[in-house]
T-cell receptor, first 118, second 117 residues
Framework: SQELEQSPQSLIVQEGKNLTINCTSS?????LYWYKQKYGEGLIFLMM?????EEKSHEKITAKLDEKKQQSSLHITASQPSHAGIYLC??????????????????FGQGTILTVHP | DAGVIQSPRHEVTEMGQEVTLRCKPI?????LFWYRQTMMRGLELLIY????????DSGMPEDRFSAKMPNASFSTLKIQPSEPRDSAVYFC???????????????FGDGTRLSIL
């Protein structure tokens, strides 16, 4: 089965600093999703990556998928206290033949806890 | 548009009682997922449905757990009898699953925080 490993497990930074969270897969990633979770709340979808070398940005958060499609990184520029929370990567796995029906099942990493000190 | 709606938000009950968690997925989504989250084990997939049909329930911990999806707009997760080790946050998520790829993200509800005393 596919496994996702996130690093670091936790991260404490000073406001204004840049940071990077990594997500590594044991198998080829067909679809890679980044989510953010605040304490006591559900997971909020941030971005999805599919193609090798793909990069997407939303405000100060940039996500990349490497060419081999086995590693993704999430980079936050000039962090703010509002960025604090748990970041999880999730990977899609097509059921049956490649390109066949995808039921949308995701395998998640263990999460990275981000603390941003003002 | 309304997101995934879960109820109740919090549930505290005594060991041995039946617990029923409810979920209303996003209209038009055809896949529904039930997860459990704890500090020790992280986010665990319990069961998921596609077009109201259970696809994989291998994550359901024991026979005490059961889930149903009687129609496209409603699902329940039931625990009977409940035990203290069932205490966790339970999330429901939905997505639009397409044939031939076309990956779509899952959208999560705010969860039900369950405490079994």
């Amino acid at each position: 089965s596919q496994e996702l490993e996130q690093s670091p497990q936790s991260l404490i930074v000073q406001e204004g600093k840049n940071l990077t969270i990594n997500c590594t897969s044991s198998k080829t990633l067909y679809g890679l999703y980044w989510y953010k979770q605040k304490y006591g709340e559900g997971l909020i979808f941030l971005m999805m990556l599919q193609k090798g070398g793909e990069e997407k940005s939303h405000e100060k958060i940039t996500a990349k998928l490497d060419e081999k499609k086995q590693q993704s990184s999430l980079h936050i520029t000039a962090s703010q206290p509002s960025h604090a929370g748990i970041y999880l990567c999730g990977a899609d796995k097509p059921e049956g033949d490649a390109g066949g029906t995808s039921y949308g099942k995701l395998t998640f990493g263990q999460g990275t806890i981000l603390t941003v000190h003002p | 548009d309304a997101g995934v709606i879960q109820s109740p938000r919090h549930e505290v009950t005594e060991m041995g009682q039946e617990v029923t968690l409810r979920c209303k997925p996003i209209s038009g989504h055809n896949s529904l997922f039930w997860y459990r989250q704890t500090m020790m084990r992280g986010l665990e997939l319990l069961i998921y449905f596609n077009n109201n049909v259970p696809i994989d329930d291998s994550g359901m911990p024991e026979d005490r757990f059961s889930a149903k999806m009687p129609n496209a707009s409603f699902s329940t997760l039931k625990i009977q009898p409940s035990e203290p080790r069932d205490s966790a946050v339970y999330f429901c998520a939905s997505s639009l699953a397409r044939r031939k790829g076309g990956y779509q993200p899952q959208h999560f509800g705010d969860g039900t925080r369950l405490s079994i005393l």
